[in-house]
């Protein structure tokens, strides 16, 4: 299809994709997050143990880390809109398959596998439209909220299954109507209102259809070495493997997981070791992860004006501030510190490692192809659950044999560190 008039603006309609695909995107996060919501009521029932239970919740990383690989090829036979639906209406089928009141840990783990591989076909997508539909100084900001979005995610998930446990519903009945809904309710959504970009405008980014002044590229520094441009960007899994961008930005998108994923598991496990009431840890864990929502959209603005579209600087900048935050962190757990100053350090601790979230995933449009993109996010989301279950392993390693998760927390110090160094590679020599 040849590309329709040019546009003097991107159009409004993305904020519909962008609301539609956030309600996607949500949906796997919170539906991974209901067995861990039901925990107590499915150990109980089922006799099993954490061990058990941690490899029911874990099928869903699983299962996505592999379908988000292999999403992009499917997406290229069927077309973005039609995967997005398919992955609803999987979703929709393994929450049917709840309903039927399993028993076994084995059924539990099917029935989660089946439901990461519907997570993996809409997951790339949902991250992927906002580069579709957004233009380039749009992109940080909007990836951001949604990122943002997905603390306030988990913790609605707790006070749904709350409210189900009142409703008296038990853990199968709850898994299985909420997670179905979500599935039917997103296939409904993209299938009656949301149409390809390819289709309604006849590109496949938004930005080669919008008037704008020719102006020199961003960061055209004498010296510098820049990305290629367009046409020589990775368009192939053989050039992203050969592409120093692409290891470059590998180790960053990790380093964003480990901290995503394995801080809150550490922090909600680490301070009875250091003699903190109950009611002092409730009341650092309850505020403890709300700064995303100020910190991610921040990173997204930072990275669009600031630096002009530019992602890298921020990404260092966040992981720069969480080093030394999470360094003050251990310092003051094993000082002792109030409860209240715990709070604060978590709060600016996670919140500083969250900074970079919408400028990362910004990133991998900045070095891939746009005909290889979805391809290539596929492999970062692989290895970003890769990254996340490494963590959480080797923490829970480290504590069985230690006695505590400060450990852990220096594992993710050491991924963070690890992570700046690669991100002030990739804007000093770079520039993206």
């Not at 006799?47 to 997406?75: D, P, T, Y």
């Not at 070095?367 to 923490?395: D, H």
Request: net charge positive; charged share 10%.
């Amino acid at each position: 299809m040849a590309p329709t008039e040019m546009l003097k603006k991107a159009p409004v309609y993305r904020f519909l994709v962008f609301i539609i695909m956030v309600l996607c995107w949500a949906q796997i996060y919170m539906g991974m997050q209901m067995i861990a919501s039901y925990g107590a009521p499915i150990m109980r029932d089922l006799g099993i143990n954490n061990s058990m239970l941690a490899l029911i919740s874990n099928g869903v990383a699983i299962a996505l880390a592999i379908m988000c690989v292999a999403a992009g090829s499917i997406a290229i036979k069927l077309g973005g809109k039609k995967t997005i639906v398919l992955g609803c209406l999987i979703q929709a089928v393994a929450g049917a398959m709840f309903l039927s009141n399993p028993r076994s840990v084995a059924v539990l783990v099917i029935i989660r596998l089946i439901e990461g591989i519907g997570g993996g076909l809409i997951n790339a997508f949902a991250l992927g439209l906002i580069y579709a539909w957004f233009p380039k100084n749009e992109r940080g900001f909007a990836s951001g909220i949604q990122m943002g979005l997905y603390g306030v995610a988990i913790s609605a998930t707790t006070i749904i299954s709350n409210a189900f446990n009142h409703m008296g519903l038990t853990w199968t009945n709850g898994c299985g109507y909420f997670i179905m809904g979500c599935g039917l309710v997103g296939a409904i959504l993209v299938g009656f209102l949301y149409v390809d970009i390819e289709k309604r405008h006849g590109v496949s980014i938004i930005d080669d259809v919008i008037e704008r002044k020719d102006e020199p590229a961003v960061g055209g520094t004498a010296g510098v070495v820049q990305v290629a441009p367009t046409g020589k960007l990775p368009a192939t899994y053989g050039e992203m493997f050969r592409s120093a961008t692409f290891w470059l930005l590998a180790i960053p998108i990790a380093g964003n997981t480990a901290a995503s994923y394995n801080l809150p598991y550490c922090f909600s496990a680490i301070f009875p070791k250091y003699g903190y009431s109950s009611a002092e840890i409730v009341a650092i864990l309850s505020v403890a992860f709300l700064g995303t929502i100020i910190s991610c959209p921040l990173g997204g603005i930072i990275s669009d004006r600031l630096f002009g579209g530019r992602r890298s600087e921020t990404v260092a900048i966040s992981y720069g501030l969480g080093t030394i935050f999470l360094i003050m962190f251990c310092i003051m757990l094993t000082g002792h510190a109030s409860a209240s100053a715990m709070t604060v350090i978590c709060i600016l601790s996670y919140a500083a490692c969250m900074m970079s979230c919408g400028p990362i995933w910004a990133l991998p449009s900045e070095i891939f192809a746009p005909q290889f993109f979805i391809r290539g996010l596929g492999v970062m989301l692989f290895i970003t659950n890769v990254a996340g279950l490494l963590n959480i392993t080797v923490s829970g390693m480290l504590a069985d044999r230690m006695g505590s998760y400060l450990p852990g927390v220096i594992f993710t110090i050491f991924f963070i560190a690890i992570s700046l160094i690669c991100s002030i590679i990739l804007f000093k020599k770079y520039r993206v």
